[in-house]
């Protein structure tokens, strides 16, 4: 199955630098494997905000749900899931 999901990041002002930071290059860490392994098949920044909008291929809800909330940056984002099916005039054939 295909999900949308919007992150935005919101990190505390008062979180130490080097936390920030070690926990940026865990999530990016993260990030290439899932989309090494396909779970994470788009990965896009939003213009202007530490945001993102990726599309997941994952089973079902439990394991994006699995995938999402073991993110190293999950307890500081705001996330919206959208499930996506094939739109009957899609001429790409790509799985959803
Ligand atoms: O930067 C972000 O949007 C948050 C998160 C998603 C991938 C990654 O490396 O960090």
Redesign the pocket.
């Known amino acids: 199955m295909l999900f949308h999901v919007e992150?935005?990041?919101e990190l505390p002002h008062d979180l130490p630098a080097g936390v920030a930071d070690r926990l940026?290059a865990t999530?990016?860490?993260?990030?290439?494997e899932l989309q090494r392994n396909g779970k994470?098949r788009h990965?896009w920044?939003?213009a202007g905000r530490?945001?993102?909008v990726?599309i997941f291929d994952v089973r079902g809800p439990g394991e994006l749900h699995e995938i999402l909330s073991g993110?190293?940056?999950f307890p500081f984002?705001k996330i919206e899931v959208k499930a996506l099916c094939r739109h009957g005039s899609a001429i790409a054939d790509d799985g959803a």
């Open positions: 992150m935005t990041v940026k999530e990016k860490a993260r990030a290439e994470w990965l920044r939003v530490y945001a993102n990726s993110l190293p940056l984002m």
